[in-house]
């Protein structure tokens, strides 16, 4: 067995590794703390707020609505009411269970996680409601981070939970890819797949995302319930076909699946489609953040 030997070093010379180490961990945490991330890119002067490179003159708006879900919902919960405090009017966010904090204005619904249960449906169905009352001359602001999708649970109408708990399963069981489960699942949800962007048309909106997925692919973030779609209704049935699972799924889930293929059922929205036109979406945190603030706290 091939043994290697570190250099003898000094008490002091540890130390100081040591403290050099912990300091570039540091750098890398805090790059992509919930709330330091939102603080780093959210700005309020006067009426006017800045998100990323845009600007947003809140004059403008009649309301402020602050939705979302994800495990760092409430984090990144408190950071928006710290900036924009009683501006805004009304507002939900889905957390895990034990991830709760105390905010103002906008609640903090605790569920279940990875798991969907009554609780998260619950506050989901409000946050579709919140989406849908919003108008043209409203601005909504979404927040997401990992764990989005199970947190964010609302069926398409005639699919219940335990349709999708079975589905789940199914898919899992016969090695579905990730990409191959997003495509059937997002088929299957009020939210996902671009549905909260629908949801929330005319209104104005911009989401807040922080990562937990490698490269940061939108669509793939919380099953991407802001951007565009870029599966569809033929491809989730490719999937079920591809591994023999017509028998195995809730009727209630192939038949929707059916009719969607068949032209009977609105497909999810894509790229180019109008409802994007007003909505703005801008990673705050991921692992590429972080990575960079380690590198140049280390040189």
Partial sequence: ???????????????E???????????????????????????????????????YDLSRYRRIIVVGGG??????????????????????VNVKYGYTAETQIVEINEAGHPIPDQ??????????????????????????SGG?????????EGISLEDLAALNDALLRCGATINEINA???????IKGGGLARLAHPAELVSLILSDVVGNPLDVIASGPTVPDVSTFAQACEVIEKYGLWEEIPPSIAERLRRGR?????ETPKAGDPIFARTYNLVVGSNEIAARAAIARAR
């Fill in 1 to 15: 067995m091939i043994q290697f030997q570190s250099p003898s070093l000094g008490e002091g010379q540890t130390r």
């Fill in 119 to 144: 609780a998260g449906l619950a506050g989901a169905r409000r946050i579709a409601e919140l989406a849908k009352e919003a108008g043209e001359d409203d601005l909504v602001i979404c927040l997401i």
């Fill in 71 to 92: 495990k760092a919902g409430a984090s990144m919960t408190k950071a928006i009411v710290q900036i924009l405090g009683p501006r805004i009017a009304a507002g939900l």
């Fill in 148 to 156: 989005g999708s199970a947190l964010l649970p609302l069926p398409s």
């Fill in 184 to 190: 059937v699942r997002k088929h299957l949800s009020q």
């Fill in 17 to 55: 590794r040591r403290s050099k180490a912990l300091a570039i961990l540091a750098a890398a945490l805090e790059a992509v703390d919930p709330e330091e991330a939102i603080q780093r890119q959210v700005f309020l002067a006067d009426d006017v707020l800045r998100v990323g490179e845009r600007t």
């Fill in 262 to 266: 068949d032209g009977l059922v609105p």
